[in-house]
Every structure is written in C-alpha cells, then in structure tokens.
C-alpha cells in the first residue's frame, strides 16, 4: 500500500490548511485511515482517524478545530485543520490500517508549520 500526503505549508497562527493523503496498491478494505503528527523529541502521537464507517477519534486538543474525512470510493483521506496554533507545528504523517493482514502503512510526512 502507498500512501500519497499532501497539503502542508507554512501558516500563520489562526490560519487554516487542508491535508490530503491517497492511498493506492491494495483491493483490501482499508479499515482506518487517520494523521498522525510528530516534533523532534517526541513520539509520534494520533491527531485524528476515520473508520470505513465513519466513526472518527481526535485528539483531545484538536477537538471542534479539525475535522477529519474520507473518500471510501478513493480511498483518500483529508484533514482540515483551522485556527491553527503554534502548538500544531510538526511533520504530519498519514496512516491506514488493514485489519484482515493486521498491518500499518505510513505516508512520507508532510510538514505544517504555524508561526505566530
């Protein structure tokens, strides 16, 4: 499975950024598929994840700023994030989950970062 991110850049604080994340090479269903963030030091941490029925988790400190989506049809993943804050700086990394072969796949990282 290859996961294809995109959408980060640079923004300022109270801004907005729309992260997109295409996953391709399987006919598996893709259980989850969700963003993950990590910043130097610190363990890679979940931001938010969408089943394929559309049940979704968050993060506590991102809750009623993102909200997260999927495309089920293309297997496409979005993350709109609004009133960024400074805090949301990191390297965003897209993720899916296959149950049935119990494997994680990880996209390349796309970096967002929010000044102040």
């Known amino acids: 499975v290859q996961l294809q991110a995109s959408g980060g850049g640079l923004v300022q604080a109270g801004g907005s950024l729309r992260l997109s994340c295409a996953a391709s090479?399987?006919?598996?269903?893709?259980?989850?598929m969700g963003w993950y963030r990590q910043t130097p030091g610190k363990e890679r941490e979940l931001v938010a994840s969408?089943?394929?029925?559309?049940?979704?988790n968050y993060l506590d400190s991102v809750k009623g700023r993102f909200a997260i989506s999927r495309d089920n049809a293309r297997n496409t993943v979005y993350l709109q994030m609004n009133s960024l804050k400074v805090e949301d700086t990191a390297v965003y990394y897209c993720?899916?989950?296959?149950?049935?072969?119990?494997?994680?796949?990880w996209g390349q990282g796309t970096q967002v970062t929010v000044s102040s």
């Open positions: 090479g399987t006919r598996l269903s893709i259980d989850e």
């Open positions: 993720n899916a989950r296959i149950l049935f072969i119990v494997q994680d796949f």
């Open positions: 969408v089943t394929d029925r559309g049940s979704t």
